[in-house]
């Protein structure tokens, strides 16, 4: 039989007892506790700052407006589904507020200024941030040349496009955007093919509405932004699935753009049609633009997002139809191209 021999000079320390085989007391427990804490936040302080992290400034997030003392919502919000952004008060007016940081790191603004909500929502829908000052009437054109790739502006009165859910306003009175203008998000959108209808959208610091929630009439594709003489809008990617549109054939294929899809086609009618994906809906755009018989157009993507449309006019000479980033240019080469071919363009 064997025999286990205990170790001498080693105890077993009960749980709750002292290193000398007393019971402790609360207190003791207590402050034990409150010793390994502190230890422990000096720990990760020490780690923070290895690493170069900072301790996060008071910026406005989703519901929650509470960036000063005294904010608060103002009822209405952005939502998609994906994200929710609340809109923030009080309004500061031509003034200035405590300071409002809309994201992490980002410029701090003089309360809930208009644009500190519209930079808010491009940020955590996108990811995106804006180093430069910025009023609510440059927002549109600062995002817009930051990141070429990943928005397009669309202008008042171009033919078949609206501002759609998710898009960002720009309003001035002044053609250059030059002014302290107004930006707002666009929540929903009820336009029909004619250019009519209405969109609902979420603003900041403005006399339109107490709860940051209003509705703008469009009319002949042009939005009517109240008290102001001009507007234009950021459009970007969409997260939902685009589906296959109705009644449209395609005729050169779909150009992969990374944030839509986009189609050239040949309509009944005979003329060339371009459908795409804007990120809630299909839109079928016509350039009314006659293409010969037997041809099919041929379509490509540029790097900072333009697109390019080539085709065989009916007079059977090469066009090529491109977006300017305001509207759709139609530029003719005169050379004339053999029937029953089809260009074949790339980048």
Request: aromatic share 12%; hydrophobic share 35%.
């Amino acid at each position: 039989m064997r025999t286990f021999v205990r170790p001498q000079g080693r105890r077993h320390i009960k749980a709750g007892s002292d290193d000398l085989g007393g019971t402790m007391s609360t207190r003791s427990q207590s402050s034990i506790a409150r010793r390994t804490a502190i230890s422990l936040i000096g720990t990760l302080i020490l780690v923070a700052s290895l690493l170069g992290w900072s301790a996060p400034r008071a910026f406005a997030t989703g519901p929650g407006c509470t960036a000063f003392a005294g904010a608060y919502a103002l009822g209405a919000s952005y939502n998609d589904g994906s994200i929710s952004i609340q809109a923030c008060g009080p309004k500061p007016g031509t003034g200035s507020g405590p300071n409002v940081y809309p994201y992490p790191g980002a410029r701090p603004v003089g309360g809930y200024q208009c644009m500190e909500l519209s930079e808010r929502y491009l940020y955590y829908k996108y990811g995106v941030t804006m180093p430069i000052s910025t009023n609510g009437a440059q927002v549109v054109d600062h995002y817009a040349s930051s990141y070429p790739s990943l928005f397009r502006v669309y202008g008042n009165g171009a033919a078949g496009h609206a501002p759609v859910q998710g898009d960002v306003l720009s309003f001035s009175n002044t053609g250059g955007f030059s002014d302290y203008g107004h930006t707002a998000v666009v929540q929903s959108s009820s336009v029909n093919g004619s250019g009519n209808g209405s969109i609902t959208v979420i603003e900041e610091n403005s006399g339109w509405t107490a709860n940051g929630a209003h509705v703008l009439t469009v009319a002949n594709w042009i939005v009517r932004g109240e008290g102001f003489a001009y507007t234009k809008w950021l459009h970007g990617p969409g997260s939902a699935t685009p589906s296959s549109p109705t009644g449209v054939v395609p005729a050169s294929g779909v150009i992969p753009s990374g944030m839509y899809h986009f189609i050239s086609y040949v309509g009944s009618n005979g003329t060339l049609y371009l459908a795409h994906w804007t990120g809630t809906r299909w839109q079928n755009d016509s350039f009314n633009y006659p293409v010969r018989a037997g041809t099919s157009p041929s379509a490509y993507l540029g790097p900072n997002g333009t697109h390019f449309i080539s085709y065989v006019g009916s007079n059977g000479t090469l066009y090529l139809a491109h977006w300017t980033g305001t509207r759709w240019q139609n530029d003719s080469f005169n050379y004339p191209v053999r029937a029953g071919t089809s260009p074949s363009a790339y980048l």
